[in-house]
């Protein structure tokens, strides 16, 4: 079983739909959660960072849930430039330091 | 500006061929991280760097190689390459081991 683990889609969205995404982690030494975003043949860029809270950015709202180990990605009035590959990434602290990649969820919006 | 720059962008070698990927920084961070990705795969982190201090991953191959001459720099050497080493190598960076980490825009690399 892999450590982080996500749907790879594609998740094929009318536009102004909206989505969302999860996201579970095995390791409950799992410190710290990220979603970032990376287009095709890009590098992956920071989206947001998830917090025990929940938090919001914009059209994007990502949530905790440590008990059930997962985190989520909602994604409101989908554009098409949201079309891209959303990673979830886990950061653990069991020795070192290391971020955990899953290895993404697609995302198509259409016009 | 960019802020994690590598060169190039897009590397042909042949099989068995040493290669080597560059990495630099204007961050100023104290980590320098060489991933390894795979089509419709995660990143692999491959090492990292904290300042001088070289950190391997248990399953990097000895076929990969890293140096980094300074803060700014960081190289990725392929000794031998394979065809299974075909893949997108992205650097990273984040100021210390907790902080975000941030990815240059990666050299993609192809083996004939």
């Known amino acids: 079983r892999k450590e982080v683990e996500q749907d790879p889609g594609p998740f094929n969205v009318p536009e102004g739909a909206t989505v969302a995404f999860n996201c579970t982690y095995s390791?409950?030494?799992?410190?710290?959660f990220f979603w970032y975003r990376q287009d095709c043949r890009k590098e992956p860029k920071l989206l947001m960072s998830?917090?025990?809270s929940g938090n919001e950015d914009g059209r994007f709202t990502a949530q905790l849930n440590r008990a059930s180990q997962y985190i989520s990605l909602l994604i409101r009035d989908s554009k098409l430039s949201d079309s891209a590959t959303y990673l979830c990434?886990?950061?653990?602290?069991?020795?070192?330091?290391?971020?955990?990649f899953g290895t993404g969820t697609r995302l198509k919006v259409l016009a | 500006d960019a802020m994690v720059i590598q060169n190039p962008r897009y590397q042909v070698t042949q099989f068995g061929k040493p290669v080597t990927l560059s990495c630099s920084q204007t961050?100023?961070?104290?980590?320098m991280y060489w991933y390894q990705q795979k089509s419709s795969q995660a990143p692999k982190l491959l090492f990292h760097?904290?300042?001088?201090?070289?950190?391997n991953e248990a399953d990097t191959p000895d076929n990969f190689q890293s140096r980094r001459p300074n803060t700014s720099f960081c190289f990725l050497d392929i000794r031998s390459p394979g065809l299974g080493d075909a893949a997108m190598y992205l650097c990273?960076?984040?100021?210390?081991?907790?902080?975000?980490?941030?990815f240059g825009p990666g050299t993609r690399l192809l083996v004939l």
């Open positions: 961050l100023n961070h104290n980590v």
């Open positions: 390791n409950s030494a799992s410190q710290s």
């Open positions: 990273a960076t984040s100021l210390g081991l907790q902080e975000t980490q941030y």
């Open positions: 998830v917090y025990s």
């Open positions: 990434v886990v950061k653990r602290t069991s020795g070192t330091y290391k971020y955990i």
């Open positions: 760097y904290y300042d001088k201090d070289f950190n």
